[in-house]
């Protein structure tokens, strides 16, 4: 079974900038739609950014400006660039990949998560 590998968290200082990275864990056919979430203890998982139908972008309101999603298609890795980061900003981060398997199937998959801290 596929699954998504995030990496890139780690401790930042205020204002300053993190890329996060996604890619499945074997091989694929193609990434059909690709998703940001993060989530803080005793909160629920909530949605930064993602792909949705007909390429598109979305971003959740407290992070528009700042964040980007992008992807490399040929690499089938999703990214998530992070600047002016806030203590606000302080979760795990977990990809979410709907794609085509070798195979055909359509799946999807969850990461393991990667947690960004933003503290001076």
């Known amino acids: 079974q596929v699954q998504a590998v995030e990496s890139g968290g780690g401790l930042v200082q205020p204002g300053g900038s993190l890329r996060l990275s996604c890619a499945p864990s074997?091989?694929?056919?193609?990434?059909?739609?690709a998703n940001w979430y993060r989530q803080v203890p005793g909160k629920e998982r909530e949605l930064v950014a993602g792909?949705?139908?007909?390429?598109?972008?979305v971003y959740a309101d407290s992070v528009k400006g700042r964040f980007t999603i992008s992807r490399d298609n040929v690499k089938s890795t999703v990214f998530l660039q992070m600047n002016n980061l806030k203590p606000e900003d302080t979760a795990t981060y977990y990809c979410?990949?709907?794609?085509?398997?070798?195979?055909?199937?359509?799946?999807?998959?969850w990461g393991q998560g990667t947690l960004v801290t933003v503290s001076s």
């Open positions: 792909y949705i139908s007909g390429g598109k972008t």
């Open positions: 979410h990949l709907n794609y085509y398997s070798d195979h055909g199937e359509a799946l999807s998959t």
């Open positions: 074997g091989s694929i056919f193609s990434i059909n739609a």
